[in-house]
C-alpha cells in the first residue's frame, strides 16, 4: 500500500512537472518581446493615403537606426482609428491607442520601451500621451518606459528644423509660407518662436497657424513686405492631412491658397509633411535616441 501510494505521488509530482512544464513553454512561446527594446510611434494619426506612406517612412527611418528594435505604432484619435478599423485594409487597420499599444507590449514580455512622439509641438496632445505614459509606468514597475520629445521642443530643435527646410526649400523669387496647427497651449509659442529662427535665417520664410496665432492675416502681411509674388505653400506638420489638403491648399474661399491668391499671390501647394524629409526625421530620430539611451 505504501509502495502504491509513494508511486502515485512520485506519477502526479511527474504529470505535475511535466504540465508545468508544457505550460510554461506555451507561455514563453508568447512573449515574443522577451529580452527586446520595443519602440511606440505615436502620432495624432491620419485616414488619408499620402500620411500613411509619410508614416512609413518615418519607420523606415526609425527602423534603419534601431534595426534591433520591434517597432509598432499608436494613434491618439478616437475618430481616426474608428475610420481606419472601419475600413479594415492597409498598414493601420488594428490600429491601437496609445494604451491599448503599451497593454500588447506589456503582454507580449516587452521590458524596455520607448515611446516615440511624433508631434510637432509639446502641446495638449503630448502632454495627454506623457500623463498615459506615466501611469503606465508608476503601474508596471518592471518595464522600463521613457518618452522621446516631439520635434520642435528645444530652440536647438527649431533651429535644426530651421536649417533643413531653408537648405531645401530657398529659391530665387519665392516666398515660403508654412501652415502650423497652433493650439490653445501654451506650447503654441513655437511657432512665434520657430518664426523668428527662420526670419533671422532667412525673412521669405513665414510660419503661421490654422487654428491659433499667428494666423492668415499674420502671415499676409508678413508675405506682402516679401519681394516675390510666388509662394510655396505647405505644411508645418508632420503628415499632410486634412488641414494640408482642405484649409492649406482647398478650393474653397476661405482656405490658405485661395485668400493668398485674393492677395495677387500665385500659389503653388506642396501636399508633403514634414515627416516625408528624412532630415527633419532625424531630428525625431535624436529625441528617440535620448530615450533609448535611457532604456539602459
Ligand atoms: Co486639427
Not at 509606468?137 to 536649417?163: F, H, Q, R, W, Y
Amino acid at each position: 500500500m505504501k509502495a502504491f501510494f509513494r508511486n502515485l505521488t512520485i506519477l502526479s509530482l511527474l504529470l505535475g512537472m511535466f504540465a508545468s512544464c508544457s505550460k510554461d513553454d506555451d507561455h514563453v512561446a508568447e512573449k515574443k518581446g522577451a529580452g527586446k527594446t520595443a519602440i511606440l510611434l505615436v502620432t495624432f494619426g491620419s485616414s488619408y493615403p499620402e500620411p500613411a506612406k509619410t508614416f512609413q517612412n518615418m519607420e523606415d527611418n526609425v527602423k534603419k537606426a534601431y534595426p534591433e528594435a520591434d517597432i509598432t505604432w499608436a494613434f491618439t484619435s478616437h475618430i481616426i482609428r474608428n475610420i481606419l478599423i472601419k475600413r479594415g485594409e492597409g498598414k493601420f487597420k488594428d490600429i491601437d491607442s496609445p494604451e491599448e499599444a503599451m497593454k500588447k507590449l506589456k503582454e507580449q514580455g516587452y521590458e524596455k520601451i520607448a515611446v516615440q512622439s511624433l508631434h510637432v509641438i509639446p502641446g495638449s496632445e503630448f502632454n495627454d500621451l506623457k500623463g498615459k505614459v506615466d501611469a503606465f509606468k508608476a503601474a508596471n514597475s518592471n518595464i522600463k518606459m521613457t518618452l522621446g520629445n516631439p520635434l520642435m521642443n528645444t530652440n536647438e530643435d527649431m533651429k535644426s528644423l530651421v536649417d533643413v527646410m531653408v537648405k531645401k526649400f530657398q529659391a530665387d523669387d519665392q516666398t515660403v509660407v508654412m501652415m502650423g496647427h497652433g493650439t490653445e497651449h501654451a506650447a503654441n509659442d513655437r511657432y512665434t518662436r520657430v518664426n523668428d529662427f527662420f526670419k533671422a535665417v532667412n525673412e521669405d520664410f513665414i510660419v503661421g497657424t490654422v487654428e491659433a496665432t499667428p494666423g492668415i492675416k499674420e502671415v499676409k502681411e508678413a508675405a506682402a513686405l516679401r519681394p516675390s509674388k510666388n509662394i510655396l505653400l505647405m505644411p508645418l506638420m508632420s503628415v499632410a492631412g486634412d488641414h494640408a489638403n482642405n484649409d492649406m491648399a482647398g478650393e474653397d474661399a476661405d482656405s490658405w491658397k485661395s485668400q493668398l491668391e485674393g492677395a495677387g499671390f500665385t500659389v503653388t501647394p506642396r501636399l508633403k509633411g514634414l515627416g516625408d524629409y528624412n532630415e527633419v526625421v532625424a531630428i525625431w530620430v535624436k529625441h528617440l535616441k535620448v530615450a533609448v539611451d535611457a532604456l539602459k
